[in-house]
């Protein structure tokens, strides 16, 4: 089983809808979780951190499950730009070794 | 000002040639990394340095050795390159202790072996 796992996609998103997905992680240790951003042959980039309580950044809103051992992103209103893949990034204990999902792919139409 | 850059962006060569990709920072980090990515798109750690110590040595085949002559720069060579080794290679840096779980990406090289 990978260390975290993410459903491929893509997402087909009309332009304005609301899309959300899954990352599920397997070491139950795993301390810090995150959404990093991948557009086309570029790099990946911060999106947002994701805590414990849930956090909002603007049309994008992170959730954690620990009992559960997920992490969830939802993006509303969305917008022709957010199409990209989205990898779920969880951190263990021991240093700054961040484990990456595969990612999802979301494309979103007009 | 490019924060984390890389050279080559492009690398094409034969089997069994040796290559170096070359790696800095401007963002005064004291953590570089080294990931591969795949042609099934999943970004796997190889290697990481804090302050030119080498601290996280993943699975990696010897042939590929990371040199760090500074904090700012981490260099990778890899030996008798090998089919399985096309990929893109990105590096990375973040501080630890300041936001240390975001690492900054440079924009990759990507290695095709023939």
């Known amino acids: 089983r990978k260390e975290v796992e993410q459903d491929p996609g893509p997402f087909n998103v009309p332009e304005g809808a609301t899309v959300a997905f899954n990352c599920t992680y397997s070491?139950?240790?795993?301390?810090?979780f995150f959404w990093y951003r991948q557009d086309c042959r570029k790099e990946p980039k911060l999106l947002m951190s994701v805590y414990s309580s849930g956090n909002e950044d603007g049309r994008f809103t992170a959730q954690l499950n620990r009992a559960s051992q997920y992490i969830s992103l939802l993006i509303r209103d969305s917008k022709l730009s957010d199409s990209a893949t989205y990898l779920c990034v969880v951190n263990k204990a021991a240093g700054n070794k961040l484990t990456f999902g595969g990612g999802t792919r979301v494309l979103v139409k007009p | 000002d490019t924060a984390v850059s890389q050279t080559p962006k492009y690398l094409v060569t034969q089997m069994g040639n040796d290559k170096s990709i070359k790696c800095e920072q401007n963002l005064g980090h004291d953590t570089m990394y080294w990931y591969k990515q795949d042609s099934k798109k999943f970004l796997k750690i190889m290697f990481s340095?804090?302050?030119?110590?080498?601290?996280i040595n993943e699975t990696v085949p010897n042939r590929f050795s990371p040199k760090s002559p500074d904090k700012a720069h981490l260099n990778l060579h890899i030996n008798s390159l090998e089919l399985g080794d096309s990929a893109v290679y990105f590096c990375?840096?973040?501080?630890?202790?300041?936001?240390?779980?975001?690492?900054?990406f440079g924009p990759g090289t990507r290695l095709t072996v023939t």
């Open positions: 340095y804090n302050n030119k110590e080498l601290i």
């Open positions: 990375a840096s973040s501080q630890v202790g300041v936001s240390s779980y975001e690492q900054y």
């Open positions: 070491n139950s240790a795993s301390q810090s």
